[in-house]
């Protein structure tokens, strides 16, 4: 079964970036969909930015040409560049997996953590104003 673990959260100021980068163990994740989700204080948890099947990527409306993720080519760590980050990115992020169903994605893809199966424990973002 696979593993993951995410590194790279922290406090950061209105305008600031990080990386976060989620390790997976004990399983090559090859054909799998994997996103990045978060969950604000006394929210529900949400999809950020996610890799789906037939090569499909997604975005948040809110976060779209601020974060960008994206996969080594060891297909080992998944990663999520976050730019020009806002209060309203405070979160607990977490990463996750999941073999990808058969048929492609189509536009009209939402992920949804109930599509995921393999989760991290998440990694703390702060961004204060």
């Known amino acids: 079964q696979v593993q993951l673990l995410e590194s790279g959260g922290g406090s950061v100021q209105t305008g600031g970036s990080l990386r976060l980068s989620c390790q997976f163990f004990?399983?090559?994740?090859?054909?799998?969909?994997m996103g990045w989700f978060r969950q604000p204080p006394g929210k529900e948890r949400e999809a950020v930015a996610a890799?789906?099947?037939?090569?499909?990527?997604w975005y948040l409306d809110s976060v779209k040409g601020r974060f960008t993720i994206s996969l080594n080519h060891a297909k080992t760590t998944l990663y999520l560049h976050m730019t020009n980050l806002t209060p309203e990115d405070t979160a607990l992020y977490s990463c996750?997996?999941?073999?990808?169903?058969?048929?492609?994605?189509?536009?009209?893809?939402?992920?949804?953590?109930?599509?995921?199966?393999?989760w991290g424990q998440g990694t703390q973002v702060t961004v204060s104003s």
């Open positions: 996750a997996v999941d073999p990808c169903p058969g048929p492609a994605h189509g536009s009209s893809w939402l992920p949804l953590p109930s599509d995921f199966g393999a």
């Open positions: 004990g399983y090559t994740v090859s054909n799998y969909c």
């Open positions: 890799f789906g099947s037939g090569g499909r990527t």
